[in-house]
């Protein structure tokens, strides 16, 4: 479990009152975050920022946070891009139609703040979501934020075709990273926009230090946090695999593009494939501690 995981929410307001350049993204699990609530919450923070916020939508992957809000465990992996298709419908209901904009007088003379035949209740009923009321802040300068979404399964890649503003994706090779940027944008065109709508951001970690041996050290730590972490990025149990046996790379209900570029790694499964396709539990767990070892006895 990783500790603290404090709400990053607080800190924008804070910074955007001494930056002027500086924009916020926020990741926030829309499993976890009542659709009505959140949209005021980002509304305000785009007043608070003047337009420089954006939401990282996730669906999250981890039991322990469905637990905590009172659910028995996870949702499937579909099934909660499903339930996305319904909240974004509703958040955007709530950013975009129920204030028009002239809705805002601001009248001090006639003590008349708004327009009331303007401001709009919603009438939401669907399966997931029923709402009867109107959106509690004025429209922000976005109205709603820009959006980034960093799936690429096959449902992550059509929701951000059609959502999307921003889209993360893994670091593999640039023939694979190809493949799904083509395909995302080929989904976007299909949904009449522009496949210049959707950026497409690729990752880069980069280390530093005063020296080589310095870099390399932090980079042998990095390595063993990374891989400790990657059970519950994965949703795979490492524990029932022995040390050189190879893991099996199949469906799950964590983050799928993740399982998804580990199994392009690993090649051919099964008893005839070569040791070197074979993505061991062996090189998984003990790479990274073996090569601190190095470090720190050098």
Known sequence: MQLPVNDPTLLIPAIAAVTQHLSFGVTSNLTLEQPYLFARRMSMLDHLTRGRVGWNIVTGYLDSASRAIGLT??????????????????????????????AVLADKARDVYADASKVHVIHHHSKQYRVDA?????????RTPVLYQAGSSACGKQFAAAHAECVFVN????????????????????????TSDIKVLFGQTVITGRTTREVQGKYAEYQYQRHVS????????????????PIETGKSQAIVSNVEAMTRAAGPQGPNASCSNRWC???????????QKTWRTN
């Not at 109107?134 to 976005?142: A, C, I, K």
């Open 73 to 102: 465990g996870q949702m499937a992996h579909d099934d909660r891009y499903d339930l996305t298709d319904e909240y974004m419908e509703l958040i955007y209901k709530l950013w975009e139609c129920r204030w028009e904009d002239s």
């Open 134 to 142: 109107m959106h509690l802040s004025e429209p922000s300068p976005q």
């Open 171 to 194: 670091g593999q090779a640039k023939p694979t990273v190809k493949t799904i940027v083509d395909d995302i944008r080929a989904h976007a065109l299909t949904r009449g926009r522009s």
């Open 230 to 245: 990657s059970e519950a990025s994965l949703g795979i149990d490492f524990a029932r695999y022995d040390m050189d046996e």
């Open 281 to 291: 539990s062996a090189a998984v767990r003990c790479r990274s501690s073996v090569r």
